[in-house]
């Protein structure tokens, strides 16, 4: 975990400014806090600069938000029963103000929940277009049965791109096309805080989730750890769809780990082997004690290789 900031002092402000700390609820006493965890654990801010903060709700992805003087700009916007939650820290944070625009770092319901409010309002919302077309079809998801119905129009991105976008305030975007969670993932680039959001394109907390039925694949998990590492330097935050911030060394660890269980899955599949005998095979073993079980996630990237290795694929 990176926490770099040349500005310690600025970190000392914000802390006072967020009445009392990283860690408690946002706006609320401590005795009010000290209640509310006593029930559920409180929103938690993390400040990454003066007008840049991750926003953790407790069981919902990470939430990048850049507040300023036209208000805020959101990266993901967790799922619609937090979306009131998540609204009420924005409008808090130092400098925050309604909602202008929100990236859709991809479809998921943990990311687009708060879409359908932000876009009835008349926010801007930022997707690459695959995201906006898997947000106008339903989905079903083949290992579980989990069935996604489409967004009603309000929810869909009304602002989509094929390959990069920068944004007046100087915020940079761009598609992360080796499809490392879905085949729509984004990242969003802040220069001048150096901090780059990747969104589920990256695991920050346990194996990641292969979403193959639309597009994710254990090859495009490699080709994005790689990928974005040309994005970052040794001081680069860099912010994943869940668990703690990231460093530049830790995507480059990540890279190495996954082209390792690459190599074993693609030696599986060629010797014409299957899900259950991939996993029997343990082609995460050395991983294992600080990833935890592997089965569902070595299951799920073994059958994403059927989509884009196999003979008749
Ligand atoms: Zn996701």
Redesign the pocket.
Known sequence: MVLHSAAHSRRQLLKAALGGAVGIALGATVREAAAASAQSAPTNILPLADDLFVVRIPGEANVVAHTGAGGALLVDGATAGASDALMNAVSRLPGGGPVHTIFNT?W?A??TGSNERLGTAGATIIAQENTRLWLTTDVTWPWNGRRFTRAPKSAQPNKTFYTTGELASGVRYGYIPDAA??DGDLYVHFPKQNVLVV??AVSGEGWP?V?YATGGWIGGIVGGLQRLQTLADAQTRIVP?RGPVLGLADLKAQADMYATIYDRLTQLLNKGRGPGEAVAAQPTKEFDAKMGNPDEFVRRAFESLWGYLSPDA
């Open positions: 991809h998921h943990e990311q969670h879905t969104g589920d989730v979403d769809g």
